[in-house]
T-cell receptor, first 111, second 115 residues
Framework: EDKVVQSPLSLVVHEGDTVTLNCSYE??????LLWYKQEKKAPTFLFML????IEKKSGRLSSILDKKELFSILNITATQTGDSAIYLC???????????FGQGTRLTINP | DSGVTQTPKHLITATGQRVTLRCSPR?????VYWYQQSLDQGLQFLIQ???????AKGNILERFSAQQFPDLHSELNLSSLELGDSALYFC??????????????FGPGTRLTVL
């Protein structure tokens, strides 16, 4: 069974801290890994990672994939209260064309 | 705003009833995906349509069905509703059929409450 596991499930930090969110996966036929940010309602796309070792960066957010060890991390530096959200990791399964989601990490940034 | 629209925003109904959720994908997107998000199960993939045809099936119950119309909008039909069907139902769209270069853009969701 395809499985995506995120850790931690919940994280509370102070504004300005750096956080690292983890996503590990065990799937039959990996195609790519995606990170989403979910605030009040719909998830919004952050990154798609297909190749190992290539860092994707967008402002204070960055992510990298390790296809050998089957995990990805999402880093957020100089966190702001607006970064408070649930961060979802999902793996796109080749062939089945479906996304398998992890449980999410609830990140809370306190001022 | 992702460009994906879903109606209605909220739906409250009783057990045993049938409801239809509607989704309009982003302009030009051919693929539509349906997801269910509940507190205990997280986000679960239900079904995908590509240009009117069913493409992939996930954890969709037999009481649920979907279709994609020629104008590419999609409907998810939920019948014989049970309390456990209460959840947030998301629709997402992508330009093609979910290949590596595609991502999925999510609509705002429909919150279904079954009483």
């Amino acid at each position: 069974e395809d499985k995506v596991v995120q850790s931690p499930l919940s994280l509370v930090v102070h504004e300005g801290d750096t956080v690292t969110l983890n996503c590990s996966y065990e799937v039959t036929n990996f195609r790519s890994l995606l990170w989403y940010k979910q605030e009040k309602k719909a998830p919004t796309f952050l990154f798609m990672l297909t190749s190992s070792g290539i860092e994707k960066k967008s402002g204070r957010l960055s992510s990298i994939l390790d296809k050998k060890e089957l995990f990805s991390i999402l880093n957020i530096t100089a966190t702001q209260t607006g970064d408070s959200a649930i961060y979802l990791c999902a793996v796109l399964i080749q062939g089945a064309q479906k996304l398998v989601f992890g449980q999410g990490t609830r990140l809370t940034i306190n001022p | 705003d992702s460009g994906v629209t879903q109606t209605p925003k909220h739906l409250i109904t009783a057990t045993g009833q049938r409801v239809t959720l509607r989704c309009s994908p982003r302009s030009g997107d051919l693929s539509v995906y349906w997801y269910q998000q509940s507190l205990d199960q997280g986000l679960q993939f239900l079904i995908q349509y590509y240009n009117g045809e069913e493409r992939a099936k996930g954890n969709i119950l037999e009481r649920f069905s979907a279709q994609q119309f020629p104008d590419l909008h999609s409907e998810l039909n939920l019948s014989s509703l049970e309390l456990g069907d209460s959840a947030l139902y998301f629709c997402a769209s992508s330009p093609r059929h979910g290949g590596a270069v595609d991502t999925q853009y999510f609509g705002p969701g429909t919150r279904l409450t079954v009483l």
